[in-house]
């Protein structure tokens, strides 16, 4: 006789699916098979800096695992975030999972780095960036979120990107929200992503160009 194949019958659970009330909103989590990989990893020894405008350290799915970082804009430790955007992209990264509150983030159980890079009106220069960056290879993060249109094309970032890159780490860059090319470069100090709709197609407003690496919702 043939075997075709043979394998245990075995029970398995079902996908982890976290609790939080808003997560049936998500669309991007299932997009992303998100809840499969869950089943390996929630992100847990992971630390992602966010350089933005400051994080709400008060927020209920953000207080639990948020670090006080670095204001490289006013050289202190005030990282209150004085615009919104900042708290924003902390959430979608590592927003607390199946805690019954909000949503859930990328990585729900990893912790925070909260860093302000910009002015009070949330704009930033590289110089800022590029420090940040450092800082936060410096105190643990292996990934740093920079959500700046333009910076995918700067060299000075770029220079912090690879001291990253020697600890380890990963930069991810927004490719920006022009709806154009970049203009930049392709370059392996960072990676630079770009947005895709719920029908896995570049979003209108969305920028593209050779300097992107990865497009995703």
């Known amino acids: ?64 695992s948020v670090e006080i970082g670095w204001n490289t804009y006013d050289n202190n430790n005030n990282i209150a975030d004085v615009h919104g955007h900042g708290t924003s992209v902390a959430g979608t990264a590592a927003a607390i999972g199946n805690n019954l509150v909000g949503v859930s983030g990328v990585a729900p159980q990893a912790s925070i780095l909260a860093m302000r890079i910009s002015d ?10 590029a420090e940040g960056v450092v800082y936060a290879a410096d105190h643990g993060a292996r990934v740093a979120n920079i959500s700046y249109a333009n910076a995918c094309g700067s060299v000075t970032v770029m220079n912090a990107g690879d001291y990253l890159r020697s600890k380890g780490g990963v930069l991810v860059i927004a490719a920006g929200n022009s709806g154009g090319d970049t203009g930049a470069v392709a370059s392996p100090s960072l990676t630079c992503v770009s947005a895709t709709d719920s029908n896995d197609a570049r979003t209108s407003w969305s920028s593209f160009g050779n300097s992107v690496d990865l497009s995703a919702p």
């Open 1 to 64: 006789d043939v075997v075709d194949f043979a394998e245990v019958d075995m029970q398995v659970p079902a996908t982890f699916v976290p609790n939080d009330p808003s997560y049936g909103s998500q669309w991007h989590h299932p997009k992303m098979s998100n809840p499969t990989a869950w089943d390996s990893s929630l992100g847990q020894g992971v630390k992602v800096a966010i350089l933005d405008t400051g994080v709400d350290v008060t927020h209920p799915d953000l207080a639990a």
């Open 120 to 129: 009070p009106s949330a704009y930033a220069y590289f110089s800022d960036m």
